[in-house]
């Protein structure tokens, strides 16, 4: 890049790959857009790895980590537990601590805004071990049929083993869907 305009560096990038007949989803398998600015995945996956660390010695585990821009890239870390929830004084220690990380191997730049989250009702659970603490909720599971087409069911989790999960539906039955089968579970919030 040597001093250029990032950016049209990394529009000759991708003008590159279009060249190739690389399609946009293999494009964002190396950059992941940021308000008109590109990062690699590789900050992505770097993030991922100094939160694994923060996250090592504690009851926590890595959801997801996503980057959101503005001028100020903003950093989403999302957390859970096995058994519990995650407050906001955990979020706020995890959160320094990731930082520091963050600042000592120089990951941006410029300045960056980092929020350390639970994932929240309104993402579906993205990790198998989300799944036990949720038993007894309702959920929608979307998957993969056997034949191939995709549905949609509610239905109390009522059970969850280490290849599926069990779904108690309103009229009564039972439907076992192997978590290879399984596109989202979203938690369904009861009032």
Not at 55 to 73: H, I, Q, R, W, Y
Not at 116 to 143: A, E, I, M, T
Request: charged letters at 30%; glycine letters at 6%; one cysteine or more.
């Amino acid at each position: 890049m040597s001093g250029g305009n990032p950016e049209l560096y990394f529009s000759r990038i991708k003008a590159n790959f279009n060249c190739c007949k690389v399609s946009a989803e293999r494009f964002s398998l190396f950059f992941v857009p940021v308000t008109g600015k590109y990062v690699s995945n590789k900050t992505v996956q770097t993030i991922s790895e100094l939160a694994e660390t923060v996250l090592a010695d504690s009851e926590f585990f890595l959801v997801d980590v996503e980057l959101k821009g503005g001028n100020t890239p903003v950093v989403w870390v999302y957390v859970d537990a096995e058994e519990k929830g995650v407050n906001m004084d955990e979020c706020a220690r995890l959160s320094n601590e990731l930082g520091f990380l963050l600042d000592a191997h120089d990951i941006f730049k410029a300045g960056y805004r980092l929020n350390v989250s639970s994932p929240g009702l309104s993402r579906p659970l993205s990790d198998r071990r989300q799944y036990p603490k949720n038993k007894g909720r309702k959920s929608r599971v979307k998957f993969r049929s056997e034949e191939g087409s995709y549905e949609t069911v509610e239905g109390i989790l009522s059970e969850i083993s280490d290849d599926a999960i069990s779904l108690e539906k309103e009229e009564g039955n039972r439907l076992k869907i192997p978590f290879e089968q399984v596109v989202e579970t979203k938690i369904i919030p009861s009032i």
